[in-house]
T-cell receptor, first 111, second 116 residues
Framework: DAKTTQPPSMDCAEGRAANLPCNHS???????VYWYRQIHSQGPQYIIH???NNETNEMASLIITEDRKSSTLILPHATLRDTAVYYC????????????FGKGTRLHILP | NAGVMQNPRHLVRRRGQEARLRCSPM?????VYWYRQLPEEGLKFMVY????????ESGMPKERFSAEFPKEGPSILRIQQVVRGDSAAYFC??????????????FGEGSRLTVL
């Protein structure tokens, strides 16, 4: 079972920042937070991951709270192509194990 | 550097026939994962394989489904005697062994099975 809780859906205006929350209150010390997204009918795409520090790459930023019980994925300037289901996942990195996907958040970018 | 390649992209079978789905992992990847996505539902883990070994098949249905990842060639997901409920998108992902930092899975574009 997924160890994360996400809102089922969110809307965001095009050009604005999209902030997607995720609760992972039972996260263990050796578990990383990963974000993937699935654009309609395509394979899931890796976005970003982090352990306890905030992370940024060309796609997004990841903000993890100090207690690590929640995090926020930020898409700084959302475009229509960012419309997708976003999955927040916690997993141990050094163990080659499966990813369990929850229901994710369906993000609608509004023109 | 080609990504994860899945074929066929679309497959139509009649009830009772067999379906074979193939997955070629990214170069240098020796771990393969299969997922199933029913229409309007989420991704469900099926099986995790390394070369010539099944590591975790906890998500595989007990009957009619099998998977292999031979020493040479692609990974194959085989569904025998297909039923309409098998109609779904089947996604394959691969990863690199012992990746210390990312543990990232790279997904293919999926194979869409339709059972008539």
């Amino acid at each position: 079972d997924a160890k994360t809780t996400q809102p089922p859906s969110m809307d965001c205006a095009e050009g604005r920042a999209a902030n997607l929350p995720c609760n992972h209150s039972t996260i263990s010390g050796n578990e990383y937070v990963y974000w993937y997204r699935q654009i309609h009918s395509q394979g899931p795409q890796y976005i970003i991951h982090g352990l306890k520090n905030n992370e940024t790459n060309e796609m997004a930023s990841l903000i993890i709270t100090e207690d690590r019980k929640s995090s926020t994925l930020i898409l700084p300037h959302a475009t229509l192509r960012d419309t997708a289901v976003y999955y927040c996942i916690v997993r141990v990195v050094f163990k080659d194990d499966k990813i369990i996907f929850g229901k994710g958040t369906r993000l609608h970018i509004l023109p | 550097n080609a990504g994860v390649m899945q074929n066929p992209r679309h497959l139509v079978r009649r009830r009772g026939q067999e379906a074979r789905l193939r997955c070629s992992p990214m170069k240098g990847h020796s771990h393969v994962y299969w997922y199933r996505q029913l229409p309007e539902e989420g991704l469900k883990f099926m099986v995790y394989l390394q070369k010539e070994n099944i590591i975790d098949e906890s998500g595989m249905p007990k009957e009619r489904f099998s998977a292999e990842f031979p020493k040479e060639g692609p990974s194959i997901l085989r569904i025998q005697q297909v039923v309409r409920g098998d109609s779904a998108a089947y996604f394959c992902a691969s990863s690199r062994p012992g990746t210390p930092e990312t543990g990232e899975l790279f997904f293919g574009e999926g194979s869409r099975l339709t059972v008539l």
